[in-house]
């Protein structure tokens, strides 16, 4: 492998570990939350791939780091970019599910179970008392991917009269329309 370093010209041996330290990060940042949504063997195939990378990285520049600032720059940039794209893709792959907990007065509590109810949504609903009137508290658990779009829809529903809070689920059973 350092005969091959060593024969391309410094600046592809620069972009050459970046994009290898970007792919490693990334695959790191994923494996990290296979490894809190519970896949570990999926979050080990990653580990192994993150780490074959690692060490053909570590091994090509650990001697030459120090003295080569551009190199550096190189590797700290394909880390930062790596951590960037690694968590911008598990956003949109959005493993796991959400526990939305809304607190709605009592007319935007009907304008949302409505809603929930015409778009086959399992839903629980608690009354309560707020700071001034009387609230409601409505939980929602669905899939993650699909939270963005329910939140949207129910804040249109009801004039954005809602408050609201998103919270990952690492483990559930039963409910309405949960299947686990």
Same mark, same amino acid.
């Given at each position: ?9 410094? /600046?592809?041996? #620069? $972009?050459?570990?970046? !994009? ?5 990060? *990334?695959?790191? =940042? ?42 550096? /720059?190189?590797? #700290? $940039?394909?880390?930062? !970019? ?5 968590? *911008?893709?598990? =956003? ?46 409505? $939980? ?41």
């Amino acid at each position: 492998m350092s005969e091959l370093l060593a024969s391309l010209p410094p /600046i592809a041996v #620069c $972009f050459l570990v970046c !994009t290898a330290k970007i792919v490693e990060i *990334t695959i790191q =940042s994923l494996k990290t939350c296979r490894m809190v949504k519970g896949q570990r063997a999926k979050a080990a195939m990653l580990g192994f791939a993150e780490c074959m990378i690692w060490g053909l990285v570590v091994s090509t520049i650990i001697g030459t780091l120090g003295d080569n600032y551009v190199l550096l /720059i190189f590797y #700290c $940039f394909g880390y930062a !970019t790596g951590l960037f794209l690694g968590s *911008t893709l598990e =956003s949109k792959i959005a493993i796991g599910t959400s526990n939305l907990e809304l607190i709605a007065n009592d007319e935007s509590t009907e304008n949302i179970t409505t809603y929930l109810k015409e778009h086959n949504r399992g839903y629980t609903v608690f009354g309560g008392r707020g700071s001034v009137d009387k609230m409601n508290m409505i $939980f929602i658990v669905l899939p993650r991917k699909e939270a963005p779009k329910v939140l949207k829809e129910i804040r249109a529903c009801c004039d954005n009269k809602v408050f609201v809070a998103v919270s990952e689920v690492s483990k559930y059973a039963g409910g309405y329309g949960m299947v686990k």
